[in-house]
């Protein structure tokens, strides 16, 4: 039996699991990335949780047949190197592959952090189907995350910015973008923005429950009081519901146009509103679909939760060594 670890570096924290070849989480946890100490800190933190997790395993680093290693980007996929990390300070060209392979004595692989969730879903998740082989997934949070799974395979590009689906442009000339365009889809679809459009629409002078929780949360509200609100029937609500869904039913065609995936996996918090979400992007995605052939393609919520970071750095260790 193989054994792999899948380290998820994030700004907060670094998560690792230990994973046999059957995706089965023998062991995992949690600790802070501690980034303000620089790249070479994290490093050894990241070198640390990865002999932790084994030993709590009651695995030895010798039988680990791999680590994967999920990191957010820009990345240099061939030299195995994050050029740039927005919430880790100083990370600059950082040889993160090698020094974790040379750290740990393991050989490694890194992967962009969406693109590893994408491939834990597709392995040990939502898309844990033989028959299904073309995978995209979505991740609502702060921002949009997304992974192309193609023929079993994770899409880099040619330049390895492949599968920025949040940042597929939805509205021209639309809604100001983190990434300085507008219209992109992450401007209308992530929890933040859901949060955001509510708060501008309550500054307008709309009348929502809303207001209310505003005013008790100190000018602070989330995606959650926004979809509790919906639920409740309170119309700002729904319609920051509404749309929302609207356009992530629109970029699940276009992903269908795209690439003809089996499966949309959508992943993060929201997808916690359950039908109540979902039917309404299933509802946009038939109204924006075309009538050529019948849909196919399977519109479901991710099942890993918070574990798809390391599972699916796990997993593209897995499908590395199989190859």
Not at 161 to 168: A, M, N, Q, S, W
Not at 181 to 204: H, M, V
Not at 292 to 316: E, K, Y
């Amino acid at each position: 039996m193989g054994h792999f670890i899948g380290l998820d570096l994030g700004g907060t924290n670094v998560k690792a699991g230990l994973v046999d070849d059957e995706a089965n989480v023998m062991a995992n946890l949690s600790v802070p990335t501690e980034g303000e100490g620089g790249a070479d800190r994290v490093i050894e933190v990241m070198a640390s949780a990865a002999k932790e997790v084994a030993a709590k395993a009651g695995v030895k680093m010798d039988r680990v047949a791999g680590i994967g290693i999920g990191a957010p980007g820009p990345l240099d996929f061939e030299a195995g190197v994050v050029k740039a990390a927005p919430n880790l300070p100083g990370w600059i060209d950082v040889r993160l592959r090698d020094r974790i392979a040379e750290a740990t004595g393991c050989p490694a692989v890194l992967e962009n952090d969406a693109n590893a969730a994408a491939f834990g879903e597709f392995w040990a998740g939502a898309g844990r189907d033989p028959d299904i082989r073309h995978l995209v997934m979505l991740t609502l949070g702060t921002g949009i995350g997304s992974g192309l799974i193609v023929d079993g395979r994770v899409i880099h590009g040619g330049y390895g910015l492949g599968g920025e689906g949040g940042h597929i442009i939805v509205q021209p000339d639309g809604r100001l973008c983190g990434c300085g365009q507008r219209g992109c889809l992450e401007a209308y679809t992530s929890a933040a923005q859901a949060a955001r459009r509510a708060q501008e629409a309550l500054d307008a002078g709309e009348d929502s429950v809303l207001g209310r929780i505003s005013a008790g949360q100190q000018g602070e509200i989330t995606a959650e009081d926004v979809f509790d609100a919906a639920a409740g029937g309170d119309a700002l609500a729904l319609r920051i519901v509404d749309e929302t869904a609207q356009y992530l039913g629109i970029a699940a065609v276009t992903f269908c146009r795209l690439l003809d995936p089996q499966m949309i996996v959508f992943a993060g918090g929201m997808i916690a509103a359950g039908d109540f979400l979902f039917d309404r992007i299933r509802r946009s995605f038939s109204d924006h679909d075309w009538d050529l052939v019948a849909p196919q393609v399977r519109i479901v919520p991710a099942t890993l939760g918070n574990d798809a970071g390391f599972i699916g750095a796990a997993a593209v260790a897995w499908d590395h060594d199989r190859r």
